[in-house]
Protein backbone atom coordinates (compact mmCIF):
# COMPACT_ATOMS: atom_id res chain seq x y z
CA UNK A 1 0.00 0.00 0.00
CA UNK A 2 3.07 2.27 0.64
CA UNK A 3 4.24 2.33 -2.57
CA UNK A 4 0.82 3.56 -4.27
CA UNK A 5 1.08 6.38 -2.16
CA UNK A 6 2.12 8.96 -4.43
CA UNK A 7 -1.27 9.12 -6.27
CA UNK A 8 -2.42 10.98 -3.45
CA UNK A 9 0.31 13.57 -4.46
CA UNK A 10 -2.16 14.42 -7.58
CA UNK A 11 -5.20 14.27 -5.17
CA UNK A 12 -3.57 16.94 -3.27
CA UNK A 13 -2.61 19.02 -5.91
CA UNK A 14 -6.04 18.89 -7.65
CA UNK A 15 -7.29 19.88 -4.82
CA UNK A 16 -4.36 22.78 -4.07
CA UNK A 17 -5.65 23.99 -7.96
CA UNK A 18 -9.01 23.89 -7.13
CA UNK A 19 -8.70 26.47 -4.40
CA UNK A 20 -5.92 28.49 -5.63
CA UNK A 21 -8.54 29.10 -8.81
CA UNK A 22 -11.38 29.47 -6.50
CA UNK A 23 -9.54 32.47 -4.51
CA UNK A 24 -9.17 34.07 -7.17
CA UNK A 25 -12.36 34.41 -8.88
CA UNK A 26 -11.88 31.99 -11.87
CA UNK A 27 -15.51 29.79 -10.59
CA UNK A 28 -17.29 32.99 -10.25
CA UNK A 29 -16.09 34.94 -12.86
CA UNK A 30 -15.09 38.00 -10.66
CA UNK A 31 -10.96 37.41 -11.43
CA UNK A 32 -9.43 40.08 -9.70
CA UNK A 33 -5.60 40.25 -11.09
CA UNK A 34 -4.62 38.61 -14.11
CA UNK A 35 -1.28 38.40 -13.08
CA UNK A 36 -1.98 36.71 -9.50
CA UNK A 37 -3.49 33.86 -11.50
CA UNK A 38 -0.67 34.03 -14.10
CA UNK A 39 2.08 33.80 -11.09
CA UNK A 40 0.06 31.29 -9.44
CA UNK A 41 -0.57 29.16 -12.74
CA UNK A 42 2.71 29.42 -13.20
CA UNK A 43 4.12 27.59 -9.63
CA UNK A 44 1.55 24.95 -10.09
CA UNK A 45 2.34 23.95 -13.39
CA UNK A 46 6.39 23.52 -12.33
CA UNK A 47 5.19 21.49 -9.73
CA UNK A 48 3.16 19.22 -11.55
CA UNK A 49 5.65 18.54 -13.89
CA UNK A 50 8.00 17.78 -11.04
CA UNK A 51 5.20 15.05 -9.90
CA UNK A 52 4.92 13.61 -12.72
CA UNK A 53 8.59 12.91 -13.62
CA UNK A 54 8.80 12.13 -9.77
CA UNK A 55 5.92 9.82 -10.25
CA UNK A 56 7.08 8.27 -13.50
CA UNK A 57 10.34 7.35 -11.38
CA UNK A 58 7.93 6.01 -8.49
CA UNK A 59 6.27 3.96 -11.16
CA UNK A 60 9.90 2.20 -12.51
CA UNK A 61 10.55 1.50 -8.60
CA UNK A 62 7.24 -0.17 -7.90
CA UNK A 63 7.90 -2.46 -10.70
CA UNK A 64 11.19 -3.85 -9.85
CA UNK A 65 10.42 -3.95 -6.07
CA UNK A 66 6.97 -5.90 -6.87
CA UNK A 67 8.95 -8.40 -8.95
CA UNK A 68 11.85 -8.97 -6.17
CA UNK A 69 8.58 -9.20 -3.84
CA UNK A 70 7.41 -12.31 -6.28
CA UNK A 71 10.81 -13.66 -6.75
CA UNK A 72 11.07 -14.17 -3.19
CA UNK A 73 7.44 -15.84 -3.05
CA UNK A 74 8.96 -17.99 -5.98
CA UNK A 75 11.89 -18.99 -3.83
CA UNK A 76 10.15 -20.08 -1.05
CA UNK A 77 7.62 -22.06 -3.09
CA UNK A 78 10.49 -23.74 -4.98
CA UNK A 79 12.33 -24.41 -1.70
CA UNK A 80 9.57 -25.71 0.03
CA UNK A 81 8.55 -28.36 -3.32
CA UNK A 82 11.88 -29.57 -3.28
CA UNK A 83 11.73 -30.67 0.80
CA UNK A 84 13.24 -27.65 2.04
CA UNK A 85 16.70 -28.31 0.05
CA UNK A 86 18.64 -25.25 -1.45
CA UNK A 87 17.17 -24.62 -5.35
CA UNK A 88 20.59 -22.42 -6.33
CA UNK A 89 21.10 -25.37 -9.33
CA UNK A 90 17.54 -24.83 -10.95
CA UNK A 91 17.71 -21.18 -10.50
CA UNK A 92 21.25 -21.22 -12.36
CA UNK A 93 19.35 -22.72 -15.25
CA UNK A 94 16.72 -20.12 -15.04
CA UNK A 95 17.50 -17.33 -17.42
CA UNK A 96 13.88 -15.93 -17.35
CA UNK A 97 13.96 -15.47 -13.60
CA UNK A 98 13.63 -12.06 -13.67
CA UNK A 99 11.83 -10.25 -16.10
CA UNK A 100 12.58 -6.26 -14.81
CA UNK A 101 15.12 -5.32 -17.15
CA UNK A 102 17.51 -3.87 -14.28
CA UNK A 103 17.01 -6.69 -12.07
CA UNK A 104 17.83 -9.25 -15.09
CA UNK A 105 21.14 -7.29 -15.89
CA UNK A 106 21.82 -7.36 -12.23
CA UNK A 107 21.48 -10.85 -12.00
CA UNK A 108 22.91 -11.88 -15.20
CA UNK A 109 26.15 -10.25 -13.81
CA UNK A 110 26.44 -11.98 -11.08
CA UNK A 111 25.49 -15.65 -12.67
CA UNK A 112 28.85 -14.30 -14.80
CA UNK A 113 31.16 -14.12 -12.01
CA UNK A 114 29.66 -17.59 -9.86
CA UNK A 115 30.37 -19.47 -13.08
CA UNK A 116 34.08 -17.88 -13.43
CA UNK A 117 34.98 -18.56 -10.09
CA UNK A 118 33.33 -22.31 -10.21
CA UNK A 119 35.23 -25.37 -8.99
CA UNK A 120 33.79 -29.08 -9.54
CA UNK A 121 30.68 -28.41 -7.56
CA UNK A 122 31.63 -25.32 -5.89
CA UNK A 123 32.32 -22.02 -6.01
CA UNK A 124 35.75 -20.70 -4.98
CA UNK A 125 34.50 -16.71 -4.99
CA UNK A 126 32.75 -15.03 -1.79
CA UNK A 127 30.87 -12.84 -4.10
CA UNK A 128 27.30 -12.04 -2.84
CA UNK A 129 23.86 -11.60 -4.38
CA UNK A 130 24.19 -7.80 -2.29
CA UNK A 131 27.17 -6.40 -4.50
CA UNK A 132 24.68 -6.32 -7.43
CA UNK A 133 20.47 -6.19 -6.43
CA UNK A 134 21.17 -3.48 -3.12
CA UNK A 135 20.04 -0.06 -2.35
CA UNK A 136 22.40 1.42 -4.94
CA UNK A 137 20.29 -0.15 -7.55
CA UNK A 138 16.93 0.84 -6.30
CA UNK A 139 18.58 4.80 -5.86
CA UNK A 140 19.24 4.63 -8.98
CA UNK A 141 15.97 3.06 -11.04
CA UNK A 142 13.58 5.20 -7.94
CA UNK A 143 15.92 8.35 -8.94
CA UNK A 144 16.89 9.45 -5.49
CA UNK A 145 19.20 11.95 -6.83
CA UNK A 146 16.36 13.34 -8.27
CA UNK A 147 13.53 13.18 -5.90
CA UNK A 148 15.49 14.01 -2.94
CA UNK A 149 15.78 17.40 -3.90
CA UNK A 150 12.22 18.27 -4.50
CA UNK A 151 10.87 18.61 -0.95
CA UNK A 152 13.69 21.51 -1.00
CA UNK A 153 12.79 22.83 -4.09
CA UNK A 154 9.39 22.82 -3.48
CA UNK A 155 9.97 25.13 0.12
CA UNK A 156 12.30 27.12 -2.12
CA UNK A 157 9.59 27.71 -4.95
CA UNK A 158 7.35 29.06 -2.00
CA UNK A 159 9.32 31.68 -0.50
CA UNK A 160 10.72 32.62 -4.38
CA UNK A 161 6.40 33.08 -4.86
CA UNK A 162 6.44 35.05 -1.48
CA UNK A 163 9.70 37.56 -2.95
CA UNK A 164 7.94 38.20 -6.29
CA UNK A 165 4.38 39.10 -4.49
CA UNK A 166 6.04 41.16 -2.49
CA UNK A 167 7.72 42.69 -5.14
CA UNK A 168 4.64 43.16 -7.35
CA UNK A 169 2.92 44.28 -4.36
CA UNK A 170 5.41 47.22 -3.16
CA UNK A 171 5.88 48.05 -7.25
CA UNK A 172 2.76 49.36 -7.48
CA UNK A 173 2.42 51.29 -4.25
CA UNK A 174 3.30 54.53 -4.20
CA UNK A 175 1.80 58.12 -3.25
CA UNK A 176 3.05 60.97 -1.64
CA UNK A 177 -0.45 61.66 0.93
CA UNK A 178 -2.31 59.67 2.47
CA UNK A 179 -5.36 59.83 -0.25
CA UNK A 180 -3.18 58.91 -2.76
CA UNK A 181 -1.33 56.33 -1.02
CA UNK A 182 -4.89 55.01 0.36
CA UNK A 183 -5.74 54.08 -3.31
CA UNK A 184 -3.00 51.89 -4.34
CA UNK A 185 -3.34 49.70 -1.09
CA UNK A 186 -5.33 47.46 -3.46
CA UNK A 187 -2.39 46.34 -5.35
CA UNK A 188 -0.28 46.20 -2.33
CA UNK A 189 -2.30 43.78 -0.91
CA UNK A 190 -3.06 41.69 -4.45
CA UNK A 191 1.14 41.02 -3.94
CA UNK A 192 0.95 40.15 -1.15
CA UNK A 193 -1.40 37.45 -1.59
CA UNK A 194 0.59 35.70 -3.96
CA UNK A 195 2.98 36.18 -1.52
CA UNK A 196 1.08 34.00 0.74
CA UNK A 197 -0.25 31.66 -1.23
CA UNK A 198 2.79 30.27 -2.93
CA UNK A 199 4.41 29.79 0.59
CA UNK A 200 1.66 28.37 1.32
CA UNK A 201 0.73 25.23 -1.43
CA UNK A 202 5.20 24.79 -1.38
CA UNK A 203 5.34 24.36 2.04
CA UNK A 204 2.01 22.10 2.29
CA UNK A 205 3.64 20.41 -1.38
CA UNK A 206 6.87 20.21 0.41
CA UNK A 207 5.87 18.14 3.54
CA UNK A 208 3.21 15.97 1.65
CA UNK A 209 6.10 15.12 -1.13
CA UNK A 210 8.50 14.33 2.06
CA UNK A 211 6.55 12.20 3.82
CA UNK A 212 5.49 10.24 0.78
CA UNK A 213 8.75 9.93 -0.89
CA UNK A 214 10.40 8.68 2.63
CA UNK A 215 7.39 5.84 2.85
CA UNK A 216 7.66 4.53 -0.42
CA UNK A 217 11.41 3.99 -0.16
CA UNK A 218 11.20 2.88 3.25
CA UNK A 219 8.91 0.28 1.78
CA UNK A 220 11.24 -0.38 -1.17
CA UNK A 221 14.20 -1.17 1.13
CA UNK A 222 11.67 -3.39 3.09
CA UNK A 223 11.57 -5.29 -0.13
CA UNK A 224 14.32 -5.90 -1.03
CA UNK A 225 15.65 -6.75 2.66
CA UNK A 226 12.57 -9.33 2.50
CA UNK A 227 14.42 -11.07 -1.15
CA UNK A 228 17.89 -11.21 0.24
CA UNK A 229 16.46 -13.24 2.81
CA UNK A 230 14.96 -15.58 1.12
CA UNK A 231 17.83 -16.08 -1.66
CA UNK A 232 19.92 -16.89 1.17
CA UNK A 233 17.85 -19.57 2.93
CA UNK A 234 16.76 -20.64 -0.45
CA UNK A 235 19.32 -20.40 -2.94
CA UNK A 236 22.40 -19.62 -1.77
CA UNK A 237 25.27 -21.05 -3.89
CA UNK A 238 27.52 -23.47 -2.33
CA UNK A 239 31.01 -21.41 -1.72
CA UNK A 240 33.34 -23.35 -0.75
CA UNK A 241 35.23 -22.44 2.45
CA UNK A 242 38.65 -21.34 2.96
CA UNK A 243 39.72 -24.77 5.31
CA UNK A 244 38.40 -26.94 1.89
CA UNK A 245 40.29 -24.76 -0.73
CA UNK A 246 43.83 -25.28 1.33
CA UNK A 247 43.04 -28.82 1.74
CA UNK A 248 42.40 -28.99 -2.27
CA UNK A 249 46.08 -27.40 -2.23
CA UNK A 250 47.84 -29.35 -0.21
CA UNK A 251 46.47 -32.45 -1.60
CA UNK A 252 47.38 -31.69 -4.85
CA UNK A 253 50.99 -30.24 -3.87
CA UNK A 254 51.60 -33.87 -1.75
CA UNK A 255 50.55 -35.20 -5.21
CA UNK A 256 53.28 -33.46 -7.19
CA UNK A 257 55.71 -34.03 -4.85
CA UNK A 258 55.55 -37.91 -4.72
CA UNK A 259 55.23 -37.73 -8.62
CA UNK A 260 58.51 -36.36 -8.64
CA UNK A 261 59.86 -38.08 -5.88
CA UNK A 262 59.51 -41.31 -8.05
CA UNK A 263 60.90 -39.37 -10.95
CA UNK A 264 64.14 -39.16 -8.87
CA UNK A 265 64.13 -42.32 -7.43
CA UNK A 266 64.26 -43.62 -11.19
CA UNK A 267 67.19 -41.75 -12.30
CA UNK A 268 68.54 -42.47 -9.39
CA UNK A 269 68.30 -46.32 -10.09
CA UNK A 270 69.68 -45.85 -14.04
CA UNK A 271 72.41 -43.57 -12.53
CA UNK A 272 73.51 -46.44 -10.33
CA UNK A 273 72.88 -48.86 -13.13
CA UNK A 274 74.79 -46.19 -15.38
CA UNK A 275 77.56 -46.11 -12.75
CA UNK A 276 78.52 -50.13 -12.83
CA UNK A 277 78.42 -51.01 -16.38
CA UNK A 278 80.44 -47.80 -17.29
CA UNK A 279 83.12 -49.29 -14.12
CA UNK A 280 82.60 -53.04 -15.85
CA UNK A 281 83.52 -51.33 -18.97
CA UNK A 282 86.34 -49.10 -17.93
CA UNK A 283 87.93 -52.26 -16.24
CA UNK A 284 87.66 -54.61 -19.20
CA UNK A 285 89.08 -51.72 -21.71
CA UNK A 286 92.04 -51.37 -19.20
CA UNK A 287 92.73 -55.17 -18.71
CA UNK A 288 92.73 -55.23 -22.63
CA UNK A 289 94.66 -52.59 -23.65
CA UNK A 290 97.25 -52.30 -20.27
CA UNK A 291 99.51 -54.21 -22.30
CA UNK A 292 99.41 -52.33 -24.91
CA UNK A 293 99.20 -48.58 -24.10
CA UNK A 294 101.11 -48.91 -20.62
CA UNK A 295 100.74 -46.93 -17.61
CA UNK A 296 98.25 -44.01 -19.82
CA UNK A 297 95.31 -46.03 -19.66
CA UNK A 298 95.58 -46.39 -15.60
CA UNK A 299 94.71 -42.34 -16.26
CA UNK A 300 91.86 -43.20 -18.43
CA UNK A 301 90.58 -45.69 -16.01
CA UNK A 302 90.75 -42.79 -13.23
CA UNK A 303 88.71 -40.46 -15.61
CA UNK A 304 86.16 -43.02 -16.23
CA UNK A 305 85.61 -43.60 -12.84
CA UNK A 306 85.74 -39.67 -11.51
CA UNK A 307 82.69 -39.54 -14.37
CA UNK A 308 80.89 -42.01 -12.63
CA UNK A 309 81.33 -40.74 -9.05
CA UNK A 310 79.97 -37.56 -10.80
CA UNK A 311 76.78 -38.85 -11.72
CA UNK A 312 76.01 -40.09 -8.25
CA UNK A 313 76.70 -36.73 -6.81
CA UNK A 314 74.19 -35.55 -9.68
CA UNK A 315 71.69 -38.40 -8.07
CA UNK A 316 72.14 -36.52 -4.75
CA UNK A 317 71.42 -33.27 -5.74
CA UNK A 318 68.23 -34.43 -7.14
CA UNK A 319 67.53 -36.03 -3.54
CA UNK A 320 68.02 -32.57 -2.25
CA UNK A 321 65.54 -30.92 -4.54
CA UNK A 322 62.58 -33.48 -3.74
CA UNK A 323 63.02 -31.99 0.02
CA UNK A 324 63.51 -28.29 -1.24
CA UNK A 325 59.84 -28.98 -3.12
CA UNK A 326 58.87 -30.63 0.29
CA UNK A 327 59.62 -27.72 1.99
CA UNK A 328 58.08 -25.37 -0.40
CA UNK A 329 54.51 -27.46 -0.05
CA UNK A 330 54.81 -26.74 3.57
CA UNK A 331 55.52 -22.94 3.20
CA UNK A 332 51.96 -22.89 0.92
CA UNK A 333 50.37 -24.44 3.96
CA UNK A 334 51.66 -21.36 5.98
CA UNK A 335 50.54 -19.18 3.59
CA UNK A 336 47.00 -20.78 3.00
CA UNK A 337 46.44 -20.54 7.00
CA UNK A 338 47.65 -17.30 7.12
CA UNK A 339 44.88 -15.66 3.93
CA UNK A 340 42.20 -17.69 5.93
CA UNK A 341 42.93 -15.44 8.89
CA UNK A 342 42.98 -12.39 6.56
CA UNK A 343 39.34 -13.35 5.53
CA UNK A 344 37.91 -13.58 8.68
CA UNK A 345 39.66 -10.22 9.65
CA UNK A 346 37.71 -8.81 6.18
CA UNK A 347 34.57 -10.03 7.34
CA UNK A 348 35.07 -8.44 11.03
CA UNK A 349 35.53 -5.27 8.55
CA UNK A 350 32.55 -5.48 6.96
CA UNK A 351 30.31 -6.11 9.88
CA UNK A 352 32.28 -2.80 11.54
CA UNK A 353 30.84 -0.75 8.14
CA UNK A 354 27.51 -2.52 8.65
CA UNK A 355 27.23 -0.89 11.72
CA UNK A 356 28.26 2.28 10.76
CA UNK A 357 26.17 2.07 8.06
CA UNK A 358 22.96 2.11 10.26
CA UNK A 359 24.65 4.13 12.75
CA UNK A 360 24.88 6.78 9.99
CA UNK A 361 21.09 5.95 8.52
CA UNK A 362 19.91 6.73 12.39
CA UNK A 363 21.91 10.08 12.27
CA UNK A 364 20.05 11.07 9.22
CA UNK A 365 16.71 9.89 10.07
CA UNK A 366 17.05 12.20 13.25
CA UNK A 367 18.31 15.35 11.30
CA UNK A 368 15.17 14.75 8.78
CA UNK A 369 13.12 14.98 11.85
CA UNK A 370 14.61 18.12 12.97
CA UNK A 371 13.99 19.84 9.89
CA UNK A 372 10.78 19.10 9.39
CA UNK A 373 10.03 19.92 12.89
CA UNK A 374 12.15 23.31 12.09
CA UNK A 375 9.68 23.68 9.10
CA UNK A 376 6.38 22.90 11.30
CA UNK A 377 7.39 25.75 13.95
CA UNK A 378 8.71 28.46 11.08
CA UNK A 379 4.96 27.51 10.12
CA UNK A 380 3.36 28.19 12.97
CA UNK A 381 5.34 31.44 13.66
CA UNK A 382 4.49 32.74 10.41
CA UNK A 383 0.51 31.72 11.06
CA UNK A 384 0.89 33.92 14.80
CA UNK A 385 2.13 37.32 12.60
CA UNK A 386 -0.72 36.71 10.11
CA UNK A 387 -2.70 36.22 13.11
CA UNK A 388 -1.60 39.54 15.11
CA UNK A 389 -1.56 41.16 11.85
Given at each position: ?57 F ?86 H ?63 F ?122 N?H ?16 E ?16 S?D ?19
Open positions: MKSRLFYGLFIVYAAMVAFVLSINGVFTGEIESVSNLVINGAFLGIIGILFVMSAASMRLNRLTDELEDAAGDLKEAYKKAGNQNVWNELEKDKDFFEEENLKKAFDRFLQQMRSSRVGKRYASSCNIEDYINEELLDRVGSSFNSAISGTMTGLGILGTFIGLSLGLGSFSGDDIYTISDNVGPLLSGMKVAFHTSVYGIIFSLINFIYRSIMADAYGKLEYFLGAFRQCAAPPVSTGDENTAAMLVYQANQANYMKELLELAKGEAKEQTQALEQMARSFVEQLQSVMGTELKNLGAALEQASQTQVSGAENNKALLEAVSDLAESRMQENMAHMLKQQEQLADLAKQRRELESVCKEIQVSSQLYTFQQMRTLYEDKK
